[in-house]
């Protein structure tokens, strides 16, 4: 049952005449009877009873031109959302991030990108390093905010810099070192640590425990929270210290100071990446919303 068919049907029935519906199709008025001819072997049931003065509907007909009005209309809505969706205003956008790395930037950006976008859904998951390299295997997230993944084929992921961080110790306010403005890594060597569980951020947590070894000492790790807002909970309670990026303290850090590192040169970048060959068009236009938005971003974090 084609939707020529259907249209042919509709503007017969609509207008009770072969020749007006052939001249609201634009077509002629054989090709309007061999789709009612059709249509009506198909069904196997006589759609209209035609005399030399006019074409009325069956009963047939009645029951059949609701539905295929209908199912006109959702054809007609189904090609303008493939159209609408192609060019990314309407459609899903799923973004992975890290909670403390993406805060001073992505609320803002997400915000911009709905107010542009009002048609698009946009889900936000926070989510481990290792989470986002999966979720992006598996394409259940569209763009990964995270600190660079390890074990991505370079061809199929592109990834940009979004902004590069830095090391700092996290004191709680009652640490005798909490008022120095510069304090050396080994300073920390006595002091129990709170580090964030390795699987949030390999490579983060892997260059914290090198600096450490660098420094002479292996940090005593007494916690490994699940997130950066609980390792800041337990600093500022005195449990212990951490090191962790400068980006930490723009999550709730009541009780907390950070503290410069000496010697320690350790960047780390923050980065956007995604799909190279498959984006789809709702997160292309995200991306380049960010990507307009990267130099700003780098200022305020400097």
Excluded: W
């Amino acid at each position: 049952m084609e939707i020529k068919v259907l249209k042919s049907f509709v503007a017969v029935a609509t207008h009770r005449s072969f020749s007006k519906a052939a001249k609201e199709l634009n077509t002629v008025q054989p090709a309007i009877s061999r789709h009612i001819t059709s249509l009506e072997h198909e069904l196997g049931v006589s759609l209209f009873f035609r005399t030399s003065r006019e074409v009325v509907i069956s009963a047939a007909g009645q029951h059949l031109l609701k539905d295929a009005i209908r199912l006109i209309e959702q054809t007609e809505q189904a090609k303008q959302s493939a159209i609408r969706a192609s060019s990314g205003c309407i459609g899903t956008l799923t973004i992975g991030y890290l909670g403390g790395a993406t805060l001073s930037f992505l609320p803002r950006l997400v915000r911009q990108y709905i107010a542009e976008n009002p048609n698009i859904d946009v889900d936000l998951v926070e989510m481990t390093a290792s989470e986002q390299i999966e979720a992006l295997d598996k394409r259940e997230i569209d763009i990964s905010f995270s600190r660079p993944l390890p074990n991505l084929l370079v061809d199929d992921y592109t990834s940009v810099t979004i902004y590069t961080d830095k090391l700092v110790a996290v004191l709680p306010v009652t640490h005798e070192l909490a008022q120095h403005s510069t304090i050396q890594i080994k300073q920390l060597q006595q002091d129990p640590f709170i580090l964030f569980e390795r699987e949030q951020a390999v490579g983060l947590f892997d260059s914290i425990i090198t600096q450490c070894d660098l420094s002479g000492f292996s940090p005593n790790i007494k916690k490994q929270p699940n997130n950066m807002q609980t390792v800041l909970t337990q600093v500022s309670s005195g449990l212990g210290v951490s090191i962790a990026p400068h980006a930490i303290r723009d999550l709730r850090s009541e009780g907390c100071v950070f503290v410069n590192l000496e010697s320690v040169d350790v960047e780390m970048p923050l980065v956007m990446t995604h799909h190279s060959h498959t984006l789809s068009p709702t997160a292309s236009i995200f991306v380049a919303v960010v990507q307009s938005e990267i130099k700003a971003i780098q200022q305020n974090m400097a």
